[in-house]
């Protein structure tokens, strides 16, 4: 069965460095999204990205945030410059069409020292 | 703007018991809304959804929802707890585009022996 797969599992990273998170969504899917989760609290939607462009974004996916497909295959979290808030379980999720479900990846938890 | 209240951070039941997990919507255009179950370390994965068609959803696991409208419930449902189902549990509610899914604060279900 197809799944969306991230990469790296875990990232550690120091305050101030720029972080790229990987993931490959399912390979006929349309629509793409990140979303955040710090440890024992909510699921949060950051951005989701559609025919090659944010299509929404929250308010916490601000200027250190970006998103990319460079490849095709690839949909990329990037952050800039890290803070110690922004350690956090990150999920890619993909979908089809945007009424149909979400498949989301296993997360890349990432770590700010 | 769409939210999602799901009443009760924690919900415990014995095993065999019913489990009702409670959420609650606001959205200003029809919804779309969606169950998500999260076990340890891990990503989402869907229980169910309402997209608009029937108002009683079959899920799976066994489990089910309800959207009643006047109400803006879509409460989580099943008849007998198994020690499996213990897990947390996310309401979420996305626009017609399926561009922004908001998920609420979730549930923690306890299935005691």
């Known amino acids: 069965e197809p799944e969306v797969t991230q990469t790296p599992s875990h990232q550690v990273t120091q305050m101030g460095q720029e972080v790229i998170l990987r993931c490959v969504p399912i390979?006929?899917?349309?629509?793409f999204y990140w979303y955040r989760q710090i440890l024992g609290q909510k699921v949060e939607f950051l951005v989701s990205?559609?025919?090659?462009?944010?299509?929404?974004k929250s308010e916490i996916f601000d200027d250190q945030f970006s998103v990319e497909r460079p490849d095709g295959s690839n949909f990329t979290l990037k952050i800039r410059s890290t803070k110690l808030e922004d350690s956090a379980m990150y999920f890619c999720?993909?979908?089809?069409?945007?009424?149909?479900?979400?498949?989301f990846g296993p997360g890349t938890r990432l770590t700010v020292t | 703007a769409q939210s999602v209240t799901q009443l009760g951070s924690h919900v415990s039941v014995s095993e065999g018991a019913l489990v009702l997990l409670r959420c609650n919507y606001s959205?200003?255009?029809?919804?779309?809304l969606f169950w998500y179950v999260q076990y340890p370390n891990q990503g989402l994965q869907l229980l169910l959804k309402?997209?608009?068609?029937?108002?009683l959803v079959k899920g799976i696991n066994g489990f089910e929802a309800e959207f009643k409208k006047s109400e803006t419930s879509f409460h989580l449902t099943k008849p007998s707890a198994h020690m499996s189902d213990a897990a947390e549990y996310f309401c979420?509610?996305?626009?017609?585009?399926?561009?922004?899914?908001?998920f609420g604060a979730g549930t923690r279900l306890f299935v005691k022996a």
């Open positions: 999720a993909s979908t089809w069409s945007g009424t149909y479900e979400q498949y």
């Open positions: 390979s006929n899917h349309l629509y």
């Open positions: 990205f559609y025919n090659n462009e944010i299509s929404e």
């Open positions: 959205s200003s255009v029809p919804p779309y």
């Open positions: 309402y997209t608009s068609a029937a108002t």
């Open positions: 979420a509610v996305s626009d017609a585009g399926g561009f922004k899914t908001i």
